[in-house]
């Protein structure tokens, strides 16, 4: 069991920094609430693994400030050392030591007596069911095993905040959804403050309570996974979580006109906008109402399946159904919408 | 076992140890002589060997270089463990007296078996064996009566002909210092750059000079008595003869140098320091590996001592006079002077 | 349970308002540990360099009037010598083993390396006792050709550059062993299928290409050269080298020493530039590519054996004639033994030698580690010019860094015993040669431990840090057990080169700590040869000890 004493907030605002003239943040504000799991979420270079960084303490920023349970950890005057933050990191390719077995690893941060120091890494080695491979060195164990060791070394000295950087890249995508699913059961129970680093959209969707999408150095957008994927702030995160088609349309209020004939939007707008439809929202049919298209490609995944149709107008658009339909190339079908779609307004690009 | 309790376990046996040890040691002084030497090599182990078999006084040799431990004792004044310094070559021993280093040393022994002009007038130091620096030839190409004199080797009928040691050498510096003082900077100058104009082989190494002469390299050279003796011990046939270098009636006779000791100023075993220079100066003259001047077939200061066999059949000889805390006083002019003539090095 | 928690939770401890005042920024911070390394082994260089700057001029009129000209000459023919020699045998024989297939060629492969084991002066002395006049080659030559046969002049420096070149030319021959092996299979191939023979494809390619390694070898082997005083003085063939420790043993001049060793460092830093140039950007030893080995060419008949007896001939030369002759020699010493004589003190030399060359390995290897942590802490281009400076001993001889040394720690001496009156606390002490030994081993210290560290991922130090450890309970629970190997092969390579070293040793070794080296050479300069032979052979058995390891490791440099 696992005792909490106080809360632990994360923090951190308006976080620059830079490499010579080179600007990788521009103003990060991230908010963690205690016990919560947020994901930082982007393609690579967008700044978040030196977010990870930044509060880790392993650089220090040039502008703004990181607090931890409402203490300065790092702001203009105060960079409290990497060592002195109680911050526990799992790193990509989890730097095990090599030459410490694995309750040696794990002991690694502890201090107190050989037997508190024991009891606490017996506790961590059934908290990540390893329980009876304590005397194992590192490279005996698998990709999974070496994980949850990683985590456990973290957790072992009770950190106010665990980070977690790319932890699932070094596994095969087998071994991905059961590990994930592994470690999240494992947080949960820790109920640790947690801030994970990935590029994997899945992962992020699955693991976090929240998701922070980074791009260019700044968080476009944080939100629950739900309303990320249904109500995205920006194309880019639209584009970048889950799958989106594009439509051009003119709004009048709580409805638009679009190749599809007249649609109703989530929010009301005005003028050109681009309209964001997801794959499944897109509903094909042989018959029945809506607009023709042609089927130009498909994908079949059993379950379901990615169809790719051109509208009258030339617009390409993919669709996903479930897998029972047949489409055939080259044919016509038609497409309505289900639901109500995100409009954009049309920037002038 | 708790860390308590070793620590209580550490503490008390180390106690033991101290009372045990402690009183064993005080009981034990072991009588020792404390020397600085020069002498690096072989053939004074076996006499300080004897020395300590016949008096049970253990010697206790650091070896450095004469001007090393003149440094060291200038260094550690009072505190020095040296009980007395034990060196090559006189000009060390002289300096160090005149430094106060030295103490004067009263023995009715040393008087007796030293003479005069074998130790410092005022009996700070003793020389325990001599060594002369004359003239080697091979008898197949070289008569004896071709010979006379260190000046007489730079002759041109020496060209091509002689084997010298470099002048980067001790040997050489003080050669030359010796006919500095002699003849004067000029005159020696004259000789020295005679022998240079005779294109010797420059070998540093005395033995190998030797050989040399034997392998038919050159015909006549010089270096110091000892080494021929030993290889005649080797090989009593070996191809080399001794000639003593200026032994007419006008001429002062051959260079010698001498090892010497002297006791320290500061020294904490004075007595057995001057028992082992007594020893020295007595058995310690055997003619065998147990004698200071034995071990390296060096001539005997004592006039009672046996001569060893070998060196028996290099002759009667006579010595030059300088007196021998004159040496080294000529060392830099001696440096100079080879360097300007071009001498090899 | 409840014990353990509420244990746990004091080790959890929230962060203590302290931390915040003590926290520091860290691009404030000086790499404080890397300069104060960098500036003590910097400091009898910069001493020596500044030196330079007051030259007293009466005394280099002096020496040039007189010895100089003629120690400069011989130097630079030193150098030209030994540079040509361990080039050609160096290059020719990586040549031979790595691009061709011939009997025995395995065997050389490795066998080649062995006269690193050597040191120069050794191997000096059992050649000048077999080649010189009276010596067993020139009499046999005599015997058989008549007494005026003539016999090329042993002493006119071509001796000393032999001698120098078969123990030397292993730093080329292995740096260009691993560049011709990794070259070798794709541009090789390419080249002779552009119809390129075996001779051109070595001058066109291979040596271009390899450029790099033999200037780095070459460079190595002339450092070794320019340190060497004890050889050139057996073959009557006096160096800049020999100059410094002649003023400084012989005659105590410390002052001109210490002026010429300031003449010597030119040559030495020289010489360093000469190598950066050559080696321009490109690296100069890669380790070992898992790309295809070269197919080697086959030789046939005469051919075969040709390489073969060239091998052979060079390995007899280097190592089997020299070790033969010492063991000869130490047979007739042990069988001859008169009681009481070497075997009273040769135990005392081994104590001596081996305590000398233990600290100097733990010192150097302690600091190197120090300085490589630095460097992975900081990771700045200060701290790396830092290490850069750290490390240039290598390239100035033993004479040079003793003066330098000398330089540093007299002052500092007199100032303590002026306050203290402790003597020649530093200076008559082992202090100022362990110093010495660190600046001139802190390159070989430094190399093995940063490749090991190298392989220590940057994210174990992170992880660490997480885990509450501060720099130094890194470099003591991560770093420095990770780094074990590389830490004891830095030790042994150390602890070698300390034994084998002669010039700083000879000059500021304390009174009465003569090691084997001293001890060796003062009896081959008497010529007691068959004396000399047993602390010889002692420091060649233990020299044997990393050449092994380098042998059985492939081309680790």
């Given at each position: 069991m696992l005792t909490k004493t106080a809360t632990h907030t994360l923090e951190c605002a308006h976080l620059v920094k830079r490499y010579g003239a080179q600007t990788v943040l521009h103003g990060v504000d991230l908010h963690v609430r205690d016990g919560q799991i947020v994901a930082l979420l982007g393609p690579s270079g967008c700044g978040k693994t030196t977010t990870l960084r930044l509060i880790a303490g392993f650089e220090l920023p040039d502008e703004g400030r990181i607090l931890i349970g409402g203490r300065v950890i790092t702001d203009r005057d105060t960079a409290v050392p990497v060592e002195q933050r109680q911050v526990g990191m799992v790193f990509q390719e989890y730097a095990l030591f090599p030459h410490l077995n694995i309750a040696d690893n794990i002991s690694f941060g502890l201090r107190g007596t050989a037997r508190e120091k024991a009891a606490r890494v017996a506790e961590m080695m059934s908290l990540v069911g390893?329980?009876?491979?304590?005397?194992?060195?590192?490279?005996?164990?698998s990709g999974g095993q070496q994980q949850r060791v990683a985590l456990a070394r973290a957790l072992a000295p009770q950190p106010h905040v665990l980070l977690l950087d790319e932890p699932f890249s070094n596994l095969d995508t087998a071994l991905r959804a059961q590990v994930r699913s592994e470690v999240k059961a494992i947080l949960r129970e820790a109920g640790i403050t947690c801030v994970l680093v990935t590029h994997d959209q899945e992962e992020a969707l699955s693991l976090a309570d929240e998701i922070a999408v980074m791009f260019d150095g700044q968080i476009a957008q944080k939100a629950d996974a739900q309303t990320l994927y249904q109500r995205p702030a920006t194309r880019a995160v639209a584009t970048f979580v889950g799958e989106a088609n594009f439509l051009p349309a003119t709004a009048d209020g709580d409805r638009a006109d679009c190749a599809l004939g007249t649609i109703p939007l989530q929010e009301a707008s005005h003028g050109a906008v681009s309209l964001m439809l997801r794959p499944e929202q897109l509903r094909l049919t042989m018959d029945g109402e809506g607009a023709w298209a042609i089927v130009r490609w498909r994908e079949f995944y059993g379950h379901d399946q990615r169809v790719g149709i051109v509208l009258d107008s030339g617009e390409t658009l993919v669709a996903r159904t479930d897998g029972s339909a047949h489409f055939v190339i080259d044919e016509m079908v038609r497409v309505r919408l289900d639901g109500s779609a995100r409009a954009f307004p049309e920037s002038a690009t | 076992m708790t860390l308590a309790r070793w620590r209580f376990f550490l503490l008390v046996s180390g106690l033991i140890v101290v009372l045990v040890t402690a009183p064993a040691g005080a009981q034990n002084t072991p009588q020792v002589v404390n020397i600085y030497s020069?002498?690096?090599?072989?053939?004074?182990e076996a006499a300080f060997t004897a020395f300590t078999e016949a008096t049970g006084i253990e010697v206790r040799l650091s070896q450095g270089s004469a001007q090393s431990i003149l440094e060291r004792l200038r260094a550690e004044g009072d505190q020095t463990v040296a009980d007395a310094i034990f060196t090559i070559d006189a000009g060390g021993l002289s300096l160090a007296a005149e430094e106060g280093l030295l103490q004067p040393v009263e023995s009715e022994i040393l008087d007796e078996a030293i003479?005069?002009?074998?130790?410092?007038p005022e009996n700070r130091w003793f020389a325990v064996s001599q060594r002369l620096r004359t003239i080697m030839y091979n008898p197949e190409t070289v008569d004896p009566s071709e010979l006379s004199t260190y000046?007489?080797?730079?002759?041109?009928?020496w060209n091509d002909r002689l084997c010298l040691r470099p002048a980067t050498h001790i040997y050489t510096i003080s050669l030359v210092g010796g006919l500095i003082e002699e003849l004067g900077e000029e005159a020696a100058e004259a000789i020295v750059a005679g022998w240079v104009a005779n294109n010797p082989q420059y070998i540093d190494s005395d033995t190998r000079i030797l050989e040399t002469i034997a392998a038919g390299g050159c015909d006549v050279a010089l270096t110091n008595h000892y080494y021929l003796a030993t290889l005649l011990d080797q090989d009593p046939d070996f191809p080399v003869r001794l000639f003593w270098a200026n032994q007419g009636e006008e001429e002062s006779g051959v260079f010698r140098n001498v090892s010497g000791i002297g006791v320290t100023t500061?020294?904490?075993?004075r007595d057995n320091a001057i028992k082992l220079i007594e020893w020295m100066a007595t058995e310690g003259q055997a003619a065998d590996v147990t004698g200071i001047p034995g071990g390296n077939y060096e001539y005997p200061v004592n006039p009672e001592a046996e001569l060893n066999p070998i060196i028996e059949t290099f002759g009667e000889f006579k010595i030059d006079p300088i007196p021998l805390n004159e040496y080294g006083r000529y060392q830099d002019m001696a440096v100079a002077l080879l360097e300007r003539t071009g001498y090899g090095f | 349970m409840s014990l353990v928690t509420r244990s746990l939770t004091t080790i959890a401890r929230p962060l203590a308002p302290a931390a915040q005042g003590r926290g520091f920024r860290l691009p404030r911070r000086l790499p404080i540990l890397p300069l104060l390394i960098a500036g003590v082994i910097t400091l009898p260089i910069l001493l020596l360099a500044a030196e330079l700057l007051t030259p007293k001029l009466d005394l280099w009129a002096e020496l040039w009037s007189t010895v100089l000209p003629r120690m400069l000459g011989n130097t630079l023919l030193l150098m030209a010598g030994v540079g040509a020699g361990t080039l050609v045998i160096g290059t020719g024989l990586a040549w031979l083993v790595t691009a061709h297939q011939f009997p025995g060629r395995a065997f050389f492969d490795r066998a080649l390396l062995l006269p690193l084991a050597m040191p120069a002066f050794i191997m000096g002395f059992v050649f000048m006792s077999l080649f010189d006049y009276a010596g067993p080659v020139q009499t046999a030559w005599r015997s058989l050709f008549g007494r005026s046969a003539p016999f090329p002049d042993i002493h006119a420096g071509g001796g000393a550059i032999i001698v120098m070149t078969l123990v030397l030319y292993p730093y080329v021959y292995m740096l260009a062993r691993s560049a011709f092996r990794e070259q070798a299979s794709v541009t090789l191939e390419a080249a002779r299928a552009l119809g390129c023979g075996q001779t051109r494809a070595f001058w066109r390619i291979a040596i271009p290409m390899a450029r790099p390694s033999l200037a780095a070898g070459a460079a190595l082997a002339l450092m070794e050269a320019m340190t060497d005083f004890a050889t050139v003085r057996f073959f009557s063939f006096p160096t800049i080298s020999e100059g410094v420790v002649r003023l400084w043993e012989g005659r105590m001049d410390r002052v001109a020493a210490t002026e010429l060793a300031s003449l010597l460092m030119i040559l030495a830093l020289a010489l360093l530039l000469v190598e950066r140039q050559l080696r321009g950007r490109a690296r100069y030893h890669q380790q070992g590519g898992k790309g295809r080995r070269p197919v080697r060419i086959a030789l046939k008949g005469r051919r075969a054996w040709g390489a073969f007896a060239i091998c052979a001939l060079v390995l007899f030369a280097a190592f089997v004639l020299p070790v033969g002759q010492l063991i000869l020699w130490a047979i007739s010493e042990i069988d001859g033994h008169v009681p009481g004589t070497w075997e009273t003190v040769y135990g005392q030399y081994v104590g001596n030698t081996f305590a000398l060359a233990g600290i100097a390995a733990v010192l150097t290897v302690g600091v190197a580690l120090l300085l490589a942590h630095s460097g992975r802490i900081w990771k700045s281009r200060l701290v790396s010019g830092l290490t850069r400076l750290s490390t240039m001993g290598y390239a100035l001889p033993g004479s040079v860094i003793a003066a330098g040394v000398l330089l540093t720690i007299a002052p500092v001496d007199h100032q303590l015993n002026d306050w203290f009156?402790?003597?020649?606390l530093l200076t008559g002490s082992i202090v100022g040669l362990m110093y010495a030994y660190v600046v001139r081993f802190m390159a070989v210290a430094h190399k093995s431990v940063e490749s090991s560290m190298d392989k220590v991922k940057p994210s174990m130090d992170e992880a660490a840090r997480t885990l509450g450890a501060r720099p130094l309970d890194i470099l003591r629970r991560i770093q420095a057990p990770l780094v074990a190997n590389g830490v004891l092969a830095a030790l042994i390579l150390v602890f070698v080169d300390a034994m084998k070293e002669l010039p700083a040793t000879l000059l500021l070794r304390p009174f009465g700590m003569d090691t084997l080296g001293i001890w060796a050479y003062m009896l081959a300069a008497e010529s007691f040869w068959q004396a000399a032979s047993i602390p010889a052979l002692t420091i060649v058995a233990v020299g044997l000890i990393p050449v092994i390891i380098l042998m059985r490791t492939g081309d680790r440099a």
């Amino acid at each position: 069991m696992l005792t909490k004493t106080a809360t632990h907030t994360l923090e951190c605002a308006h976080l620059v920094k830079r490499y010579g003239a080179q600007t990788v943040l521009h103003g990060v504000d991230l908010h963690v609430r205690d016990g919560q799991i947020v994901a930082l979420l982007g393609p690579s270079g967008c700044g978040k693994t030196t977010t990870l960084r930044l509060i880790a303490g392993f650089e220090l920023p040039d502008e703004g400030r990181i607090l931890i349970g409402g203490r300065v950890i790092t702001d203009r005057d105060t960079a409290v050392p990497v060592e002195q933050r109680q911050v526990g990191m799992v790193f990509q390719e989890y730097a095990l030591f090599p030459h410490l077995n694995i309750a040696d690893n794990i002991s690694f941060g502890l201090r107190g007596t050989a037997r508190e120091k024991a009891a606490r890494v017996a506790e961590m080695m059934s908290l990540v069911g390893l329980a009876g491979l304590e005397k194992r060195m590192p490279h005996e164990l698998s990709g999974g095993q070496q994980q949850r060791v990683a985590l456990a070394r973290a957790l072992a000295p009770q950190p106010h905040v665990l980070l977690l950087d790319e932890p699932f890249s070094n596994l095969d995508t087998a071994l991905r959804a059961q590990v994930r699913s592994e470690v999240k059961a494992i947080l949960r129970e820790a109920g640790i403050t947690c801030v994970l680093v990935t590029h994997d959209q899945e992962e992020a969707l699955s693991l976090a309570d929240e998701i922070a999408v980074m791009f260019d150095g700044q968080i476009a957008q944080k939100a629950d996974a739900q309303t990320l994927y249904q109500r995205p702030a920006t194309r880019a995160v639209a584009t970048f979580v889950g799958e989106a088609n594009f439509l051009p349309a003119t709004a009048d209020g709580d409805r638009a006109d679009c190749a599809l004939g007249t649609i109703p939007l989530q929010e009301a707008s005005h003028g050109a906008v681009s309209l964001m439809l997801r794959p499944e929202q897109l509903r094909l049919t042989m018959d029945g109402e809506g607009a023709w298209a042609i089927v130009r490609w498909r994908e079949f995944y059993g379950h379901d399946q990615r169809v790719g149709i051109v509208l009258d107008s030339g617009e390409t658009l993919v669709a996903r159904t479930d897998g029972s339909a047949h489409f055939v190339i080259d044919e016509m079908v038609r497409v309505r919408l289900d639901g109500s779609a995100r409009a954009f307004p049309e920037s002038a690009t | 076992m708790t860390l308590a309790r070793w620590r209580f376990f550490l503490l008390v046996s180390g106690l033991i140890v101290v009372l045990v040890t402690a009183p064993a040691g005080a009981q034990n002084t072991p009588q020792v002589v404390n020397i600085y030497s020069a002498r690096h090599y072989g053939a004074i182990e076996a006499a300080f060997t004897a020395f300590t078999e016949a008096t049970g006084i253990e010697v206790r040799l650091s070896q450095g270089s004469a001007q090393s431990i003149l440094e060291r004792l200038r260094a550690e004044g009072d505190q020095t463990v040296a009980d007395a310094i034990f060196t090559i070559d006189a000009g060390g021993l002289s300096l160090a007296a005149e430094e106060g280093l030295l103490q004067p040393v009263e023995s009715e022994i040393l008087d007796e078996a030293i003479p005069a002009d074998l130790r410092d007038p005022e009996n700070r130091w003793f020389a325990v064996s001599q060594r002369l620096r004359t003239i080697m030839y091979n008898p197949e190409t070289v008569d004896p009566s071709e010979l006379s004199t260190y000046a007489q080797l730079a002759d041109p009928m020496w060209n091509d002909r002689l084997c010298l040691r470099p002048a980067t050498h001790i040997y050489t510096i003080s050669l030359v210092g010796g006919l500095i003082e002699e003849l004067g900077e000029e005159a020696a100058e004259a000789i020295v750059a005679g022998w240079v104009a005779n294109n010797p082989q420059y070998i540093d190494s005395d033995t190998r000079i030797l050989e040399t002469i034997a392998a038919g390299g050159c015909d006549v050279a010089l270096t110091n008595h000892y080494y021929l003796a030993t290889l005649l011990d080797q090989d009593p046939d070996f191809p080399v003869r001794l000639f003593w270098a200026n032994q007419g009636e006008e001429e002062s006779g051959v260079f010698r140098n001498v090892s010497g000791i002297g006791v320290t100023t500061a020294a904490l075993n004075r007595d057995n320091a001057i028992k082992l220079i007594e020893w020295m100066a007595t058995e310690g003259q055997a003619a065998d590996v147990t004698g200071i001047p034995g071990g390296n077939y060096e001539y005997p200061v004592n006039p009672e001592a046996e001569l060893n066999p070998i060196i028996e059949t290099f002759g009667e000889f006579k010595i030059d006079p300088i007196p021998l805390n004159e040496y080294g006083r000529y060392q830099d002019m001696a440096v100079a002077l080879l360097e300007r003539t071009g001498y090899g090095f | 349970m409840s014990l353990v928690t509420r244990s746990l939770t004091t080790i959890a401890r929230p962060l203590a308002p302290a931390a915040q005042g003590r926290g520091f920024r860290l691009p404030r911070r000086l790499p404080i540990l890397p300069l104060l390394i960098a500036g003590v082994i910097t400091l009898p260089i910069l001493l020596l360099a500044a030196e330079l700057l007051t030259p007293k001029l009466d005394l280099w009129a002096e020496l040039w009037s007189t010895v100089l000209p003629r120690m400069l000459g011989n130097t630079l023919l030193l150098m030209a010598g030994v540079g040509a020699g361990t080039l050609v045998i160096g290059t020719g024989l990586a040549w031979l083993v790595t691009a061709h297939q011939f009997p025995g060629r395995a065997f050389f492969d490795r066998a080649l390396l062995l006269p690193l084991a050597m040191p120069a002066f050794i191997m000096g002395f059992v050649f000048m006792s077999l080649f010189d006049y009276a010596g067993p080659v020139q009499t046999a030559w005599r015997s058989l050709f008549g007494r005026s046969a003539p016999f090329p002049d042993i002493h006119a420096g071509g001796g000393a550059i032999i001698v120098m070149t078969l123990v030397l030319y292993p730093y080329v021959y292995m740096l260009a062993r691993s560049a011709f092996r990794e070259q070798a299979s794709v541009t090789l191939e390419a080249a002779r299928a552009l119809g390129c023979g075996q001779t051109r494809a070595f001058w066109r390619i291979a040596i271009p290409m390899a450029r790099p390694s033999l200037a780095a070898g070459a460079a190595l082997a002339l450092m070794e050269a320019m340190t060497d005083f004890a050889t050139v003085r057996f073959f009557s063939f006096p160096t800049i080298s020999e100059g410094v420790v002649r003023l400084w043993e012989g005659r105590m001049d410390r002052v001109a020493a210490t002026e010429l060793a300031s003449l010597l460092m030119i040559l030495a830093l020289a010489l360093l530039l000469v190598e950066r140039q050559l080696r321009g950007r490109a690296r100069y030893h890669q380790q070992g590519g898992k790309g295809r080995r070269p197919v080697r060419i086959a030789l046939k008949g005469r051919r075969a054996w040709g390489a073969f007896a060239i091998c052979a001939l060079v390995l007899f030369a280097a190592f089997v004639l020299p070790v033969g002759q010492l063991i000869l020699w130490a047979i007739s010493e042990i069988d001859g033994h008169v009681p009481g004589t070497w075997e009273t003190v040769y135990g005392q030399y081994v104590g001596n030698t081996f305590a000398l060359a233990g600290i100097a390995a733990v010192l150097t290897v302690g600091v190197a580690l120090l300085l490589a942590h630095s460097g992975r802490i900081w990771k700045s281009r200060l701290v790396s010019g830092l290490t850069r400076l750290s490390t240039m001993g290598y390239a100035l001889p033993g004479s040079v860094i003793a003066a330098g040394v000398l330089l540093t720690i007299a002052p500092v001496d007199h100032q303590l015993n002026d306050w203290f009156g402790t003597g020649l606390l530093l200076t008559g002490s082992i202090v100022g040669l362990m110093y010495a030994y660190v600046v001139r081993f802190m390159a070989v210290a430094h190399k093995s431990v940063e490749s090991s560290m190298d392989k220590v991922k940057p994210s174990m130090d992170e992880a660490a840090r997480t885990l509450g450890a501060r720099p130094l309970d890194i470099l003591r629970r991560i770093q420095a057990p990770l780094v074990a190997n590389g830490v004891l092969a830095a030790l042994i390579l150390v602890f070698v080169d300390a034994m084998k070293e002669l010039p700083a040793t000879l000059l500021l070794r304390p009174f009465g700590m003569d090691t084997l080296g001293i001890w060796a050479y003062m009896l081959a300069a008497e010529s007691f040869w068959q004396a000399a032979s047993i602390p010889a052979l002692t420091i060649v058995a233990v020299g044997l000890i990393p050449v092994i390891i380098l042998m059985r490791t492939g081309d680790r440099a």
